[in-house]
């Protein structure tokens, strides 16, 4: 599976939207992207996933590039409860999640 | 409502004690899999089921057994726990095609 880059931490003011990146230059044609997030020590939870079109759903919005070399998750309007690790991760047809180190979303007052 | 339960949440033990952790899914999902989480280290998994009598080694296996003999059902089995089992554990399900994972709420095993 391919690898994917985060960035460690980012923070983001209550009610603004918030952009998370994830970069996945090796990423092949039948690899999907997926975002999970952490809150606290609680089971992940998903959020969204994306082949090669833009996704939105109640939750968030995925937008691939068109050479799908990275994505940007977006929460269009954060909130405190939305202060957790978020996951990009990219897989095949194996099945298996495998996690990275992830962005620490701090949401601020 | 879909779910994945675990059982149980919180667990002290002492070492070399026979344990099971529960993993119960209602979603009829073929697949499933362990994972373990600890500090600096992320999640990582421990083994996963393709089905039903189908299970496989993931990247961190030794120490661990799991077995599948029904599809809802994947049981987490330390034989001999240590201290370096001491972790949270986290048990997850999904369906075949490009579908989410689901994950348990988790257990936290102290081994002492």
């Known amino acids: 599976d391919a690898k994917t880059t985060q960035p460690t931490s980012m923070d983001c003011a209550e009610g603004r939207a918030a952009n998370l990146p994830c970069n996945h230059s090796?990423?092949?044609?039948?690899?999907?992207v997926y975002w999970y997030r952490q809150i606290h020590s609680q089971g992940p939870q998903y959020i969204i996933h994306g082949l090669k079109n833009n996704e939105t759903n109640e939750m968030a919005s995925l937008i691939i590039t068109e050479d799908r070399k990275s994505s940007t998750l977006i929460l269009p309007h954060a909130t405190l409860r939305d202060t957790a690790v978020y996951y990009c991760i990219v897989i095949d047809s194996n099945y298996k999640l495998t996690f990275g180190k992830g962005t620490l979303l701090t949401v601020n007052p | 409502e879909a779910q994945v339960t675990q059982n149980p949440r919180y667990l002290i033990t002492v070492t070399g004690k026979k344990l099971t952790v529960t993993c119960s899914q209602n979603?009829?999902?073929?697949?499933m899999s362990w994972y373990r989480q600890d500090p600096g280290l992320g999640l990582r998994q421990i083994y996963y089921?393709?089905?039903?009598?189908?299970?496989d080694k993931g990247d961190v296996p030794e120490g661990y057994k799991v077995s599948r003999k029904e599809k809802r059902n994947f049981p987490l089995i330390l034989e001999s726990p240590s201290p370096n089992q001491t972790s949270l554990y986290f048990c997850a399900s999904r369906g075949l095609m490009n579908t989410e994972a689901f994950f348990g709420q988790g257990t936290r095993l102290t081994v002492v």
């Open positions: 979603m009829n999902h073929e697949y």
């Open positions: 090796t990423i092949s044609g039948n690899e999907y």
């Open positions: 089921s393709m089905n039903v009598e189908v299970t």
